[in-house]
């Protein structure tokens, strides 16, 4: 009894493996039948394995729908809707272009003066974490000038990017007032 159930666990996670795409190649794939005799330490380890080997497919399942997820939610952020609709950016230029502004600003305020920026955008932190991925940022943000680089990748000209200071920095303003515009624009300068 205990054999059949140690093999079924091997095929369930077998399967669960495969359907994971872990499999290489499902023709060539051959899976015990029950009559495959197992040594004890094989049919004792390869749960264990196995299981962590799924557990492992499941998480990273997890984490690609959670960002996927965050992916969804900024594309109907206000801000990266006003950038797609006012400068013609596509959704990640939009994404990634907002988010380095945000990050630069972010860096060169203080603490506080931040946390106003950051309550009239809330999408702030999501978009700067974006920004890093979508341009490969690893460090500071540093200057307009430094993120050439960041920019690029993202799909962005060096047009697009001169239009794209103006116009977050006036979206600022409309969100939180001249106090937001006059910090976040002299942040970003």
Do not use: H
Not at 86 to 102: D, F, Y
Not at 165 to 186: H, N, Q, R, W
């Amino acid at each position: 009894m205990k054999r059949a159930v140690g093999i079924s666990r091997f095929g369930m996670v077998a399967l669960v493996l495969f359907s994971a795409g872990c499999a290489e190649n499902s023709a060539t794939t051959s899976m015990p039948s029950a009559t495959t005799p197992t040594t004890s330490s094989t049919a004792s380890s390869a749960p264990s394995a196995a299981a962590s080997s799924a557990g492992a497919a499941a998480s990273a399942g997890a984490a690609a729908s959670a960002a996927q997820s965050s992916v969804g939610s900024l594309a109907s952020d206000p801000l990266v809707t006003s950038l797609t609709s006012v400068l013609g950016l596509n959704t990640t230029q939009a994404m990634g272009g907002a988010g380095a502004v945000l990050g630069l600003a972010k860096e060169n305020l203080a603490d506080g003066d931040w946390s106003k920026v950051a309550g009239a955008i809330p999408g702030a932190e999501p978009l700067i974490a974006q920004a890093r991925t979508l341009g490969g940022i690893t460090g500071k943000f540093g200057s307009l000038a430094s993120l050439a680089p960041a920019f690029e990748k993202m799909g962005l000209s060096q047009d697009q990017v001169k239009a794209l200071v103006p116009a977050v920095t006036d979206y600022a303003s409309k969100a939180g007032g001249p106090e937001v515009e006059g910090l976040f624009g002299g942040a970003i300068k």
